[in-house]
T-cell receptor, first 115, second 109 residues
Framework: GAGVSQSPSNKVTEKGKDVELRCDPISGHTALYWYRQSLGQGLEFLIYFQGNSAPDKSGLPSDRFSAERTGGSVSTLTIQRTQQEDSAVYLC?????????????FGPGTRLTVL | LAKTTQPISMDSYEGQEVNITCSHNNIATNDYITWYQQFPSQGPRFIIQ???TKVTNEVASLFIPADRKSSTLSLPRVSLSDTAVYYC??????????FGKGTRLSVIA
């Protein structure tokens, strides 16, 4: 079946603008994760959705970042008033149930460049 | 969450066996050990997972000693295409896995 998809693949924006990044998880996967990866760095956890539970927002770096997941499927990560330090690859992953031993399947990522 | 420690980078020649060791001294009874691989410009992908002793699949082997405070990912006869970042993670069934910085493996011809 189809894997995790993300759009857009690349996004260039000006400092101060808002951006929305989209993630379509694998059908039937109840858990969805957002990560950020700066050049040459490891993955930085941002937010985690599991079913109908309240999302784990503990990784969001500031209140400019928010995410929602509609209908338990598609998720949108919104960054308001973008800053140059927001430039990174934003990765989305989904897993069947979100437990620690469930395999996470990653999308190709969205490369965000803030000028 | 159990914290993991792994080398930042490793170099190897083609055809050699590569062993990457990860320390997780605070691993809990219910934690599993999982390794992911990430190629440049791609998201990570699952390699192997284990709880204790040894696990082997078509890609790698995972060795876990009895005390489970460390684990070793073994890649047999690496090729240039194995150049990637390898992440070690531990987690139970109740919390999501969190990735660290991983080990950057460079395979040299």
């Amino acid at each position: 079946g189809a894997g995790v998809s993300q759009s857009p693949s690349n996004k260039v924006t000006e400092k101060g603008k808002d951006v929305e990044l989209r993630c379509d998880p694998i059908s039937g996967h109840t858990a969805l994760y957002w990560y950020r990866q700066s050049l040459g760095q490891g993955l930085e956890f941002l937010i985690y959705f599991q079913g109908n539970s309240a999302p784990d927002k503990s990784g969001l770096p500031s209140d400019r970042f928010s995410a929602e997941r509609t209908g338990g499927s598609v998720s949108t990560l919104t960054i308001q008033r973008t800053q140059q330090e927001d430039s990174a690859v934003y990765l989305c992953a989904s897993s069947l149930e979100g437990r620690g031993f469930d395999t996470q399947y990653f999308g190709p990522g969205t490369r965000l460049t803030v000028l | 969450l159990a914290k993991t420690t792994q080398p930042i980078s490793m170099d190897s020649y083609e055809g050699q066996e590569v062993n990457i060791t990860c320390s997780h001294n605070n691993i809990a009874t219910n934690d599993y050990i999982t390794w992911y691989q990430q190629f440049p410009s791609q998201g990570p992908r699952f390699i192997i997972q284990g709880y204790k002793t040894k696990v082997t699949n078509e890609v790698a082997s995972l060795f876990i000693p009895a005390d489970r405070k460390s684990s070793t990912l073994s890649l047999p006869r690496v090729s240039l295409s194995d150049t990637a970042v390898y992440y070690c993670l531990v987690g139970d069934g109740n919390t999501p896995l969190v990735f660290g910085k991983g080990t950057r493996l460079s395979v040299i011809a």
